[in-house]
């Protein structure tokens, strides 16, 4: 029996190679990009455990923290193309990818949904980060991208970012909180009564309701 792993990351060479020319501290800034599988697809298979397919998504960083709008959403066009192409190159390891969004320009990124996740059977769906330049996921800047999402059944895959707001944020512990509390705003949204089929899927092991089910349930209105 093949498993599908959903929560696969890369950091394809041509957009690492832009995005370091816009940034050259991103390796001090976040030293997991420095693992050789995220961009080495031999190293990536010798790696792999056996009779596993993988669904692969980029790592942070994201353009649109960096550039202007119109920028934002080019790199993002040609992050997706290389995406797209490594997918179809490594097929044998490769169930397919997730596509970035660029969230500071919002009619390219519904252009992406449409013309690009729709138009190519190997992207499964689009990955959204928790919060876009101090912004929550669930402002209603955002609304547009989770109705074209729910209009074309296609999933979210929600990651975090890093919240500049706390002084102790690391990876360990902070993105567990940030990506929890995207989580709930989503659901204080209404986007769930609004949008009923919305499928989101959560990284790092749906982070804290599994533990806190209890609290949830006693102290949450159903509403």
């Known amino acids: ?23 050259g501290d991103l390796p001090k800034k976040m030293p997991f990009i420095k693992n ?30 960096y550039l202007e709008a119109e920028v934002a959403a080019q790199l993002v066009r040609e992050a997706n193309a290389e995406l797209l192409s490594t997918v179809r190159e490594n097929s044998d390891i490769f169930a397919g990818g997730v596509a970035m969004l660029p969230m500071n320009n919002i009619p ?31 402002d209603q800047e955002f609304r547009p991208i989770f109705e074209a ?46 949008f009923p089929d919305l499928k989101v899927i959560v990284h790092h092991a749906v982070v804290m309701p599994p533990y806190f089910a209890g609290r949830i349930e006693r102290i949450l209105p159903a509403d």
Do not use: C
Request: proline share 6%; net charge negative; hydrophobic share 45%.
């Open 108 to 138: 390219e990124a519904l252009d992406i949904i449409e013309n690009f996740v729709q138009a190519n059977s190997e992207i499964l769906g689009v990955q959204l980060f928790t919060r876009r330049l101090g912004k929550s996921l669930a």
């Open 36 to 65: 050789p599988v995220l961009m080495n697809m031999a190293e990536r298979r010798r790696t792999m455990p056996a009779d596993t397919k993988q669904i692969i998504s980029y790592v942070n960083p994201n353009p649109e923290d």
């Open 1 to 23: 029996m093949t498993k599908i792993d959903v929560f696969a990351y890369v950091l394809l060479p041509d957009f690492y190679r832009k995005m370091l020319e816009i940034d």
């Open 149 to 194: 999402l729910a209009k074309f059944d296609l999933p979210v895959w929600l990651h975090p970012v890093f919240d500049s707001r706390k002084p102790d944020n690391n990876i360990i512990f902070s993105w567990e909180y940030e990506q929890t509390q995207a989580m709930l705003q989503l659901v204080q949204a209404g986007y769930f009564q609004d």
